[in-house]
């Protein structure tokens, strides 16, 4: 069975974990990324893990913090301290990722990142947006179209899914238009050390 688990919200996720390892060379042969297909699909899972916590090292989980981080800390919180095992309370998130151990040695330790960097609101689209230089001509010329799109009342994606509109516009534009958010990290389309996302990393590997 495998002995550390990380639950993620959707493929796109598993993606962008699974690029970034492959790019910083970590092998973890017993490492699982979970996919759930969604926060409510999420937080069930992660009941059920914790129940069970005793026959795992690690549970993970990678969420995004949408339109509040804190809210999104203080839900997962709610469910470490209702399984009994961790005495996290009063814990305040820490921006460099959450690691929190059990009241029983037995049990495992739970991870928790908050996207993008547990810190401001946001989405995995706000992560990969950090892993493109700011001063990229192409990614400003993607932004230029977008409000271009908007001011004309064009745009048929929502204001919480700009960001997301943003980061595969930028990507369909590339050499290889269309390739994964996978291939995108090794590719070196995305840079995978910026300071967040070694950040992130360096969870991984705690």
Not at 139 to 146: A, N, S, Y
Not at 171 to 196: F, H, K, M, Q, Y
Request: net charge negative; aromatic share 6%.
């Amino acid at each position: 069975m495998d002995k550390n688990i990380l639950l993620v919200e959707g493929p796109h996720d598993a993606s962008v974990i699974s690029g970034l390892l492959q790019k910083h060379k970590i092998q973890i042969s017993d490492f699982k990324i979970v996919v759930c297909v969604g926060l409510t699909n999420l937080l069930t899972k992660l009941d059920l893990y914790l129940k069970n916590s005793s026959a795992y090292d690690v549970i993970g989980v990678v969420v995004d913090a949408d339109i509040s981080v804190e809210s999104r800390w203080q839900q997962l919180r709610d469910r470490l301290l209702k399984s009994g095992k961790y005495a996290c309370k009063r814990m305040p998130l820490n921006e460099a990722g959450m690691i929190v151990c059990p009241i029983d040695a037995e049990d495992a330790r739970a991870g928790v990142w908050i996207l993008p960097n547990n810190k401001y609101q946001g989405t995995l689209e706000n992560f990969l947006l950090d892993m493109v230089p700011q001063d990229d001509e192409l990614l400003k010329e993607v932004e230029r179209e977008l409000v271009h799109l908007e001011n004309k009342n064009l745009n048929r994606y929502e204001n919480k899914s700009r960001d997301k509109a943003k980061v595969h516009t930028y990507l369909s534009w590339e050499e290889n238009p269309g390739c994964s958010l996978n291939t995108a990290i090794v590719s070196r389309i995305l840079d995978s050390n910026t300071e967040l996302a070694n950040a992130f990393v360096m969870w991984i590997m705690n």
